[in-house]
């Protein structure tokens, strides 16, 4: 006769997890390092603009292999201005996902874009390569790559098709902090990647975002939308944007 530990849960056995299910999906954990790390910047008198911000520019750049970093208030912020550094133009057509959080896509209509819907494959719910293609018309200016859930995208295929018509690709990995692609970390593949740090996210910070890419023109022109006074520090014709920029504040606090 079958006993209590042979039996599953659901059929009167013991349950292999005891914690009640509020307590087993809460997130963030929070510990009290990260109650001193909060702290100490709180006391430190100095919470806009704190050097803890660089080094977090610093990890993810290390962790992906990018030349620059960019921290955002949120995720939505850094895809709007990724959006800006690839050059997305009133009328220009960005093909995204047709199963996406909307923040991966009305980014595209603040830009004057036009965002043209692909369908999903079913296994890795990422931009199937074929629909993608067939959506590609003389009026396509970039591609929104979304990892959901943190299941990579077939992203070679989907490098390969952009080479092929010369468009761009925003990588929002804001579901996928640490996941990999084929030995490569995600984040590293679109001329623009961005990360949210909202507090569901994997990297939580109850609100924020970060922009990643190699090219200084793109760096400096997320910089522009939103980071006005870090002009200052670039070798660049634009300088005196730095006490303006274009009227937006993105900085992560």
Not at 60 to 73: I, P, Q, S, V
Request: some cysteine.
């Amino acid at each position: 006769m079958a006993t209590a530990t042979d039996l599953p849960a659901i059929l009167g056995g013991n349950k292999s997890i005891s914690l009640c299910q509020d307590e087993a999906l809460r997130w963030p954990l929070i510990d009290t390092a990260d109650e001193d790390a909060v702290l100490g910047v709180l006391r430190s008198g100095d919470i806009s603009i704190h050097p803890v911000v660089q080094e977090l520019e610093d990890a993810y750049k290390e962790r992906t292999g990018r030349n620059y970093a960019l921290t955002h208030n949120n995720g939505t912020s850094a895809i709007l201005a990724g959006l800006h550094a690839i050059g997305v133009q009133p009328y220009d057509e960005v093909i995204v996902p047709s199963a996406t959080w909307w923040s991966s896509v009305m980014p595209v209509l603040h830009c004057g874009g036009v965002p043209v819907f692909a369908e999903l494959e079913p296994d890795c719910l990422g931009l199937d390569p074929e629909d993608v293609e067939r959506k590609i018309t003389d009026k396509t200016k970039a591609i929104v790559i979304v990892h959901l859930f943190g299941l990579p995208s077939k992203i070679d295929e989907l490098v390969r098709i952009a080479k092929k018509y010369n468009l761009k690709i925003l990588e929002d990995a804001s579901h996928a902090h640490g996941a990999v692609y084929k030995g490569k970390p995600i984040g590293s593949f679109g001329d623009v990647s961005v990360f949210s740090m909202q507090g569901n996210k994997l990297c939580p910070s109850g609100e924020g975002g970060i922009l990643l890419c190699d090219s200084e023109e793109m760096y400096e022109s997320a910089i522009r939308l939103g980071h006005y006074e870090r002009l200052l520090g670039l070798e660049s014709k634009n300088k005196y944007f730095a006490a303006t920029g274009f009227g937006f504040k993105f900085r992560m606090a």
